[in-house]
């Protein structure tokens, strides 16, 4: 006998809600590049809280709003550097150009792909977090301008395999479609969808970076909080080495 009325509609409800959360992670389509796409949400969201907070007020992450801000300074505004901008969008630049050379390599394997791109991160955010331990939380111009390029290619790196892995709603950093597509499709596929469901994932994932990343650098240390990064990296470059010899359907190219 199954429940009736209200009660028995939150029971009903329970099984795709729990199915939902699973597809969030780990689905058929893309098997498990979606949990691993959460992580360096997370990680997008520690790094602009770091280089926000102490690396010259520039994004690394979300780049595109160092336009803006180069925007603001040529038209007087004295708050923001705009050769520091500069060097964030030329790092990012030449991140993405990297990423699109790796992905060249073997394009075959989205796991291989995801393996190899994330090796050039491990490098980069490495040396990035050795500097940043290394000059304390008052690093000179030179080393802020450093750090902010090798963080602004990693994510450079990172944005070339998104666009190469082709998974929905999960871009990792550019979360304006994102949250619009919560607003528009509220209605159509409900909220216990598993598109809806990944979306707030991401948005909330990167809320979390963001704050984690925030209370190190203030009450901690950029080392801290750049660490935090570098360990996140690590933990998804192992599960990649993990799935890089998997033959399923989601390592397809789409």
Not at 68 to 83: K, N, Q, S, T, Y
Not at 155 to 168: C, E, N, S, T
Request: aromatic share 4%.
């Amino acid at each position: 006998m199954t429940s009736s009325g209200a009660d028995g509609a939150s029971v009903n409800t329970r099984p795709a809600l729990r199915e939902g959360l699973r597809r969030v992670v780990v689905d058929e389509r893309d098997g498990p590049l979606p949990a691993m796409l959460v992580a360096l949400t997370v990680l997008a969201g520690v790094v602009d809280a770091a280089s926000i907070l102490r690396l010259g007020g520039v994004f690394v992450a979300t780049v595109t709003g160092n336009i803006v801000f180069v925007g603001l300074g040529i038209a007087g505004a004295r708050e923001f550097a705009i050769g520091t901008c500069l060097l964030a969008i030329g790092g990012f630049v030449l991140g993405a150009l990297v990423g699109a050379a790796v992905i060249r390599r073997r394009p075959e394997h989205r796991g291989r792909v995801m393996r190899d791109v994330l090796h050039v991160k491990l490098a980069l955010a490495a040396i990035t977090t050795g500097i940043a331990i290394a000059a304390g939380d008052n690093p000179d111009a030179p080393l802020r301008n450093a750090m902010v390029v090798l963080l602004a290619m990693s994510m450079g790196d990172q944005l070339a395999a998104i666009r190469y892995l082709k998974v929905p709603d999960l871009v990792t950093v550019v979360l304006t479609l994102t949250i619009t597509g919560v607003l528009a499709d509220r209605r159509r596929l409900g909220w216990s969808h598993p598109a809806m469901l990944r979306r707030f994932t991401a948005v909330i994932a990167f809320a979390v970076g963001a704050i984690g990343g925030g209370l190190l650098v203030l009450y901690v240390s950029l080392g801290a909080a750049l660490a935090l990064g570098l360990a996140i990296i690590v933990g998804v470059t192992i599960s990649t080495h993990l799935v890089a010899s998997s033959t399923s359907d989601w390592t397809a190219p789409r």
